[in-house]
């Protein structure tokens, strides 16, 4: 007996402080039928989507079913991968409430969040756009998805900036993949949701609990408030031998579960809630019939399925030809005669018998033949009418797009980007119609191509990998170089690493022992190493005579010289930290930023050291808010990086004027800045993860251009965690999580 698997999904709904049994903004659907091939699976799609406005009550609950059914149908409608298709769904989404914002009273219009989950055995793809969230608990252990969002950490309702459904043409629609096991579970819901939930206390309320107690768990933690979420369990499902020829009810495909508690997809039946729930009509009755799944009134129906129904009836109006035809030729043929019974005479006590005439077969053959050409003629022409309805559409939306992309050669880049936009759009609809019609993938290129190049984005056309780390807990941080020297930090594992470039500057060199300078917990001297923070490269400058690597641990300060190795470094005053984030260096002078005192301390060197008290680098009567604040870049003047996509410039602790200007788009979830003194860098960059990309700022904060790997690259921008540039060399350093890679950059 195989194991296969199967999804059981239960929703909480709740409004004004009571549980209803459906809401507009959830949908889920059970793998559509006529996809039996493996490589055609699509899997079950599971949707909440929230939209917000100026609107009635009504208007929203319309547009939250429209969304989630415009994404249900192309996603259903697409071909290619999975995350493609989710991608083109999300979009066709945000097409559609743009449209329908331009006909909404109010001045700010309609924007939505979205999150789509496809389930399809063992995988799990996540498609997520603005305020909504997905948990995923695997083996008991519960990720967030998306792992970082304005909407959902800043607790701010408008959230400028953030992609969102409805506020601009294109949107930046972020994709995950999950495997999973039986008992695992995922958890979708509402940006109201979110606010209520945390990592630890979604662990606790759901993981091993199946689908009626997670629900019973949430809606304990969520405190009664108003908030939508959708529970999906993941099931072991043994499958039946053949032989035994016993099977299971199987629902109708294609079927939208509605509301209820909890609901088997994937050929499984309806679980019904516990008969102790006390909400109004949760309490499932014994020996009560399935109810069959349905699909909502006003639900759009696919062309397929009217296709496939009017096959069905043509099929069915032969079968009632054939049938006529073969009873009545058995009536007429020789042998064959049927016997009427004539009228008795009123003489006589016997009847006469006599015989129907019979028609020439010849003649019923004409008859049926004339039928089948009639009804084929009719199925042709039925066919025909369709397929040019089709092909009319399929030219139209090709003739639109390629109109939009011919408009944005001659338009300025704000109009370009929108014209661009449009006609993605565009290609998107057509290709549910013609998947694999070469013009698209063609005018999809030439696309692209402009958009680079309005966009100012260069293409990492060489992407080289020197290395990976698989130690258990890895998580890096930091990646510095000097020389051929590179050294990384991994914060997870509480290591320091030292790596030597060859001589070409493209591989690093063989390791010769053990590449670890230092670790969490080893001794030196008299000190043991504890938890590591960050790295700098320190040049000579002040009183400093040296250059040197400095490491911040939560015991202290470490030195490294090649020539003499590691050592400990006094600095004083170490109570004065509270939770350091980032360190930085600049004449000599080791700079703390700790945003939980909201201060960045200045250690000056001394002759043995840092043993001077550190000085506060923005003075008391200047305020300035670090929460938020992830990392930190010196030339003399300090940048401070925000988590939003706020960069901020102090000279001296003095805030001076830094704005980001002519940029496509804003910052999204950045976790790294680098720039150096000007005989070194002449400009800013940023890594910024939330758009895959690392940005090349003036130190004014003029928009220069935007680093991207290309499209068939399997290098995700989005774990970005730590950059280096070498300006000289035109070398880009770019640390991920769990690899360190190096691209050349064209120098300016």
Request: hydrophobic content about 40%; some cysteine; overall charge negative.
């Amino acid at each position: 007996m195989s194991i296969e698997l199967k999804t059981v999904m239960g929703q909480m709904n709740i409004a004004g402080g009571r549980w209803v049994s459906e809401a507009p903004n959830v949908l889920a659907v059970r793998e559509p039928a006529g996809r039996p091939q493996a490589g055609l699976s699509r899997g079950d799609l599971f949707i909440v989507v929230e939209v917000r406005g100026d609107c009635e009550r009504a208007e929203k609950d319309r547009l939250n079913r429209l969304l989630a059914e415009t994404i249900r149908n192309t996603y259903y409608r697409s071909s290619g991968s999975v995350t493609a298709s989710l991608r083109r769904a999300l979009l066709a989404a945000n097409a559609r409430l743009l449209a329908e914002s331009a006909h909404q009273p109010g001045e700010n219009g309609l924007l939505g969040g979205v999150t789509a989950v496809i389930v399809r055995g063992e995988d799990v793809f996540i498609a997520s756009v603005g305020p909504a969230v997905t948990y995923a608990i695997t083996r008991g252990i519960v990720t967030r998805f998306p792992e970082a969002s304005r909407w959902l950490d800043m607790a701010d309702p408008e959230a400028t900036g953030a992609p969102a459904l409805g506020r601009q043409v294109g949107v930046d629609v972020q994709l995950f993949h999950v495997r999973v096991e039986p008992g695992d579970m995922l958890v979708l819901g509402d940006s109201r949701f979110a606010a209520r939930t945390s990592l630890n206390r979604v662990e606790k309320a759901v993981a091993y609990q199946g689908v009626e107690g997670a629900l019973t768990n949430l809606g304990k933690l969520t405190g009664g408030h108003d908030c939508t979420a959708l529970v999906v369990e993941i099931q072991a499902r043994a499958k039946v031998k053949a032989e035994a020829k016993v099977r299971e009810p199987v629902p109708r495909p294609d079927a939208q579960v509605g509301g209820g508690r909890a609901t088997a997809l994937a050929g499984a039946g309806r679980r019904g809630p516990r008969p102790d729930d006390p909400r109004p009509g949760a309490a499932a009755q014994p020996g009560s019939p399935k109810p069959e799944p349905h699909r909502s009134l006003g639900q759009a129906v696919p062309v397929g399925h009217w296709l496939a129904a009017l096959g069905k009836g043509l099929l069915a109006l032969l079968m009632v030809i054939w049938t006529g035809l073969r009873t009545l030729t058995r009536r007429v043929l020789p042998g064959q005669e049927q016997e009427i019974p004539a009228r008795r005479p009123m003489a006589t006590g016997q009847a006469r018998r006599i015989y129907a005439p019979k028609l020439p077969q010849r003649v019923l053959r004409t008859v049926a033949l004339g039928i089948l050409i009639v009804v084929a003629l009719i199925v042709g022409l039925t066919y025909w009418r369709q397929g040019l309805a089709r092909e009319n559409e399929f030219n139209a939306l090709v003739e639109q797009a390629q109109a939009a992309y011919q408009q944005a050669l001659s338009a300025n880049d704000a109009t370009a980007r929108d014209l661009l936009a449009q006609a993605e759009t565009f290609l998107t609809q057509a290709e549910t119609i013609k998947p694999d019609e070469p013009v698209i993938g063609q005018l999809r290129a030439s696309i692209a191509e402009q958009q680079d190049e309005i966009n100012r984005v260069e293409r990492l056309y060489w992407l080289g990998q020197l290395r990976t780390y698989d130690t258990p807990g890895t998580r890096l941080r930091r990646v510095v170089v000097n020389g051929l020297d590179v050294y990384v930090l991994d914060t997870g594992a509480d290591l320091v690493y030292r790596h030597r470039l060859d001589e070409v500057n493209d591989a690093l060199e063989p390791d010769e022992g053990d590449p670890v300078l230092a670790r969490r917990g080893q001794q030196i001297d008299t000190t043991v190493v504890g938890e590591m923070i960050d790295l700098t490269w320190m040049p000579v400058g002040g009183e400093r005579q040296t250059s040197d690597l400095l490491i911040l641990e939560s015991g202290g300060l470490l030195e490294y010289n090649p020539s003499w190795g590691l050592a400990p470094s006094p600095i004083a005053e170490k109570d004065a930290w509270a939770l350091p984030v980032a360190v930085g260096s600049y004449f000599g002078n080791f700079y703390i930023l700790d945003p939980q005192i909201g201060q960045i301390l200045r250690y000056v060197p001394g002759a043995d050291g840092y043993t001077n008290p550190p000085q506060n680098y923005f003075p008391d009567d200047v305020e300035v808010n670090l929460a938020g604040a992830v990392d930190m870049a010196i030339d003399g003047f300090i940048y401070v990086l925000y988590a939003d996509g706020t960069i901020r410039k102090f000279e001296g602790g003095i805030p001076v004027e830094f704005q980001i200007t002519e940029i496509d788009k804003p910052l999204s979830h950045p976790t790294a800045i680098y720039t150096a003194p000007d005989d070194v860098a002449q400009y800013v960059y940023v890594a910024d993860a939330g758009n895959r990309r690392v940005v090349q700022l003036n130190k004014d904060g003029r928009f220069v251009r935007q680093f991207k790997p290309r499209d068939e690259e399997t290098v995700s921008f989005s774990a970005l965690q730590s950059i280096f540039v070498d300006e000289l060399t035109g070398k880009l350093y770019l640390l991920t999580d769990h690899a360190l890679y190096i691209a050349n950059i064209t120098p300016l």
